[in-house]
């Protein structure tokens, strides 16, 4: 599944939920996140985000990667 990380904090655009195919996007209390079950990873959001917050998991960088167990905590509880 694409990965919502830290850029989007505090910024939360939200041009990817209004791509999202299957509106698997959803709002946290600090940035938003994508369920990881129901991303068909179309890619449609990564490039409509404007601070670049959104990455193919095996993408994210190394220094992000802990956003990939935030994004599915956010579903499935940690
Ligand atoms: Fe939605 Fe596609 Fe982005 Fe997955 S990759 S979150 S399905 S827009
Ligand atoms: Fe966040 Fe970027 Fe979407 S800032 S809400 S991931 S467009």
């Excluded at 830290?6 to 938003?32: F, H, M, N, T, W």
């Excluded at 449609?44 to 992000?64: N, R």
Aim: glycine share 4%; hydrophobic share 30%; proline share 10%.
């Amino acid at each position: 599944p694409y990965v919502i990380t830290e850029a989007c904090i505090s910024v939360k655009d939200r041009s990817c939920v209004d791509v999202c195919p299957v509106d698997c996007i959803y709002e946290g209390e600090d940035q938003l996140y994508i369920n990881p079950d129901e991303c068909i990873d179309c890619g449609a959001c990564e490039p409509e985000c404007p601070v670049t917050a959104i990455f193919p998991e095996e993408d994210v960088p190394t220094q992000l990667r802990s956003f990939i167990a935030k994004n599915k905590d956010v579903f499935e509880g940690p």
